[in-house]
């Protein structure tokens, strides 16, 4: 009776579960389980079974109409167990056999290395409001495919999951390095043969939310991590032990690399016209470097070939900047928060860079694919780099962190034609501190303020330039003037468009989901002093107000007096993850620094 009686409380509880989801899901998981599997042959399977319920038309029509699962066939076999679709009337339909085709996945397109990519496109029939998909499938990895075994499970899909079970099972004389982020939930473990089994279990699991700026690696997002590998050496060796890492090259390359280098005097342009040639001269195959294994080619195989996916442009320059005498070492990166050296687990890296040790400014951090107006140390300083090194064991690399300042002092002054004109004093650290731009071209500076205030290069003045800092004393001028708006006139404080105006913050929602992720903590800080005309008056009235709290400070003065006014406006965001629970007051604060009327300078003629 005991148990009847439990049986019905949890048919009740997941019923008023699946009635609350369904209110806003456009479809439910009614079950999901991810399986993991390491043989004692040393291959691995991961079996993936879902029953998926239909509720709107958008769910079949756009979300899940279709299941993608991309594979290499030179090292994994796929097999499709069962499929099939329950109808809303109970009739059950076979998914047939020309609903299964297999395509190149879109991001090996135009490589001729990645070309044998495999992506089964399984279509999904019979689907309706109220039909039910079911698909279970296992794909099966040969020994060496990676370094071990290990795995990446975010514990939440893109809608909600009534059951879900994560299964990870190893031969029994082995362990299991598992960590489990977000969650406090612990394994059940059992024996089944000669294999260990551990169990996570899962009920009510919500849909992921549909958010901006939760971060690349979705950080506040719950997941599990294992691996049976132990220590970085294992890892970063098997990586490195082919030949591409060597970085050897051949004539026509040191030829290629003579000729940029007799154009340059200095260490710092011969540095960036290798890196550019190569970012924008060598193909960017956007595969990731997991599909093939981390197998990569070498670097006079990618210089032929004239591309290459991210790990080989990055050994391709520093094959390169090598030759050039420079000591640059590739490196992998991932996020800092997910790095257990004790127990390294390969895919929660997906970024590489090249760590590149200068004899004029010292270590810049920099990138194969694209270019940065500055090192990259400082905007990736919440990840860990491990540097890339064939035979040699090197520790984690942790970037140096520092404030990501922006300071403006500017004295500006209107003349008769309403023109203004005047001198910014500009300190930039950091990760605002566009050092290589200016190293370049320093005449790029004039895209980095807001307003279109520097009329050419010669206003520019760099009093002192280091990848930490940059100083710089600018002539603002502007060639128009400002326009009537019905006797009267507004001009918009000029910022730094590289700080917090470039992550496009306009609007934040009451509330949120997710933790909310910034690009870097910032220190942005503006003070202005403005003069008018004598014959016009100011309309801005005197004002103060500071916010404080757990996230960090904004304030706002501004002082009229006469036909000048002075404007002090600073932000300081002291994190990166801003959690949930301070969400309310940092969007207080941001819809305090965005407010218009506290950055605009407002007058008209006096009568």
Not at 147 to 153: I, L, Q
Not at 192 to 209: I, L, M
Not at 251 to 275: C, G, H, P, V, Y
Not at 288 to 316: C, F, H, M, Q, V
Request: with cysteine; proline share 4%.
């Amino acid at each position: 009776m005991m148990k009847k009686n439990c049986l019905i409380i949890l048919s009740l509880f997941f019923a008023h579960f699946l009635f609350s989801q369904n209110e806003n899901a456009d479809a439910i998981f009614e079950k999901f389980i991810k399986e993991f599997t390491l043989e004692a042959d040393g291959s691995t399977s991961y079996r993936e079974y879902k029953q998926l319920k239909l509720i709107t038309q958008f769910s079949f029509n756009r979300l899940y109409g279709e299941t993608f699962i991309i594979y290499n066939p030179e090292f994994q076999n796929l097999k499709i167990n069962d499929a099939y679709t329950v109808m809303a009337d109970g009739s059950k339909v076979i998914t047939p056999p020309n609903a299964f085709n297999e395509v190149l996945p879109r991001d090996a397109a135009f490589s001729a290395t990645a070309n044998h990519m495999k992506e089964m496109v399984v279509t999904h029939t019979a689907t309706e409001m109220g039909a039910t998909i079911f698909l279970d499938y296992t794909l099966t990895s040969a020994k060496g495919y990676l370094p071990g075994f290990m795995g990446n499970v975010l514990i939440q899909e893109s809608s909600p999951i009534a059951e879900l079970e994560v299964i990870v099972r190893i031969p029994s004389d082995q362990e299991l390095n598992h960590r489990m982020i977000g969650l406090r939930t612990g394994p059940e473990i059992k024996i089944e043969a000669n294999q260990k089994v551990y169990v996570w279990k899962f009920n009510g699991v919500q849909a992921s939310p549909k958010e901006p700026l939760q971060g690349k690696y979705q950080l506040s997002a719950p997941r599990l991590l294992f691996t049976t590998v132990i220590g970085v050496a294992e890892t970063i060796n098997w990586l490195t032990n082919q030949q591409a890492f060597e970085l050897q090259i051949n004539d026509e390359m040191k030829a290629w690399t003579d000729n940029l280098r007799s154009k340059q005097t200095e260490e710092i342009e011969t540095l960036m016209t290798i890196q550019k040639a190569v970012v924008e001269n060598i193909v960017f195959e956007r595969y990731n470097p997991e599909w093939l294994a981390y197998r990569a080619r070498t670097p006079e195989e990618i210089w032929k070939s004239n591309g290459g996916n991210k790990l080989e442009k990055t050994l391709l320059l520093a094959t390169l900047l090598k030759y050039a005498n420079f000591n640059a070492t590739p490196a992998i990166v991932g996020p800092k928060s997910l790095f257990d050296e004790k127990a390294i687990n390969l895919t929660i890296f997906d970024d590489f860079v090249l760590i590149v040790n200068t004899k004029s400014f010292g270590t810049i951090y920099m990138s194969a694919v694209e270019i940065s107006n500055q090192s990259l140390e400082y905007s990736l300083a919440q990840n860990i780099f491990i540097p890339l090194s064939k035979g040699i064991s090197r520790a984690p690399v942790e970037p140096v962190k520092m404030d990501n300042k922006i300071n403006i002092k500017g004295t500006i002054s209107f003349n008769e034609e309403l023109k203004p004109s005047g001198i910014m004093e500009v300190e930039l650290t950091g990760a605002n501190n566009p050092f290589l731009l200016l190293q370049n071209d320093k005449g790029k500076f004039k895209s980095l303020i807001s307003n279109k205030m520097i009329k050419d290069d010669d206003a520019i003045s760099i009093k002192n330039s280091n990848v930490a800092k940059s100083e710089l004393l600018v002539k603002v001028e502007s060639t128009e003037s400002i326009s009537d708006n019905n006797g009267y006139y507004s001009w918009q404080l000029p910022v730094i468009t590289g700080g917090f105006e470039k992550w496009r913050i306009a609007y934040l929602d009451k509330t949120r989901q997710s933790n909310l992720f910034l690009p870097y903590p910032i220190v942005e800080k503006y003070s202005y002093t403005i003069t008018l005309p004598l014959d016009y008056t100011l309309i801005n009235k005197r004002f103060n107000e500071r916010l404080k709290n757990n996230v960090g400070t904004v304030s706002v003065e501004i002082k009229p007096k006469g036909n000048q006014i002075e404007i002090n406006r600073e932000l300081k965001l002291n994190t990166q993850m801003i959690y949930q629970i301070d969400y309310n007051e940092f969007r207080n604060m941001i819809n305090f620094w965005l407010d218009k009327n506290l950055s605009t300078v407002v007058f008209k003629k006096k009568d």
